[in-house]
């Protein structure tokens, strides 16, 4: 196995179509199967190309012959709305096929997903009510669209997300999450959530203390340093070139989203495909396993 991006576009197919395994719907098949979607939208994440009727009309030429059939631009968006669900376990069922998945350490940090920027867009968008104002204390401006919450190992392998609108709490969507998922932390004893200063609360260290995690994260200057807080100077680039490899390399600002389900199905993709990148760099015995520059071209 290499580097090669027809090596790890088969490799996801296969991996996707034995784990999905024998189709459970009645009738006829569909003539895109399920294994080669997902693997067609991760290809097109790597490849950089954000227009979905520009990708049909590219993806002949780039990969001849690895899928046989091609929808066309409505069917090929309306079947990656629909697969927001099977994006999610997709990811899930790929990332924890590595070593990575067992790490006891875990970064947390939430980026803006910016989803317009006129007063009319954020009026008339369908994603009004859900998305909203926002600031970010990172690049010190404000935007309007969502956050992309997002747990993961200090290698980059996401764990688990959510998208919620910038008025929420991080700490209120980090409970929600955990606690729509429980069994990620009952699999993990000792475990160790690194966090910025977004995530102080007595009452979230109460709540993860009682389900046996510790949260370290920096104190106010005005407050007497918590324990191991020395090691978070090191730590904090990882969870900030993650989010790098999600805007840079794959666009993540510039997913193109106009719905719910638009949005939520582009940010999955762009998370499927770094995820997909880990899993094949792991096998393959890579030095560095967030390294994307060996798929983009």
């Known amino acids: 196995m290499t580097t090669d991006l027809n090596t790890l576009l088969t490799a996801l197919y296969v991996k ?31 490849l950089g190309v954000r227009s979905e009727a520009r990708w049909l009309r590219f993806l002949p030429r780039v990969l001849p012959g690895a899928f046989p059939y091609l929808p066309g631009q409505s069917g090929y968006n309306k079947r990656l709305r629909a697969a927001v669900p099977l994006l999610r376990r997709a990811i899930r069922a790929v990332a924890t096929d590595t070593d990575l998945w067992s790490d006891t350490t875990w970064i947390i940090d939430s980026t803006p997903v910016e989803c317009g920027r006129s007063r009319a867009t954020a009026k008339r968008s369908n994603l009004a009510g859900w998305a909203g104002y926002g600031y970010c204390s990172s690049h010190s401006r404000f935007f309007w669209g969502l956050r992309l919450h997002l747990i993961c190992t200090p290698s980059g392998l996401p764990v688990t997300w959510a998208l919620a609108t910038p008025k929420i709490d991080e700490r209120q969507v980090l409970t929600a999450v955990l606690d729509h998922d429980p069994n990620l932390l009952s699999d993990r004893p000792g475990l160790l959530i690194l966090a910025d200063k977004g995530y102080v609360s007595a009452e979230l260290d ?13 104190s106010y ?3 007497t340093p918590r324990p191991g807080e020395h090691l978070l100077k090191s730590v904090r680039q990882l969870i900030e070139s993650v989010n790098d490899t999600l805007k840079g390399q794959l666009d993540l600002e510039l997913h193109g989203g106009r719905s719910d ?13 770094m995820t997909a990148a880990i899993w094949h760099n792991r096998a393959t015995g890579q030095p560095v396993t967030r390294s994307l520059t060996a798929y983009d071209h």
Do not use: F, H, K, Y
Request: charged share 30%; glycine share 6%; aromatic share 4%.
């Open 16 to 46: 996707i179509d034995d784990w999905l395994g024998r189709p459970r719907r009645t009738g006829r098949p569909p003539m895109l199967s399920d294994a080669e979607l997902l693997t067609m939208a991760v290809a097109q994440v790597l």
């Open 206 to 218: 109460r709540w993860l203390t009682d389900r046996g995690v510790r949260l370290l994260r920096p």
């Open 221 to 223: 200057r005005n407050r």
């Open 261 to 273: 389900a638009g949005v939520t199905a582009r940010v999955a993709q762009r998370l499927l495909a």
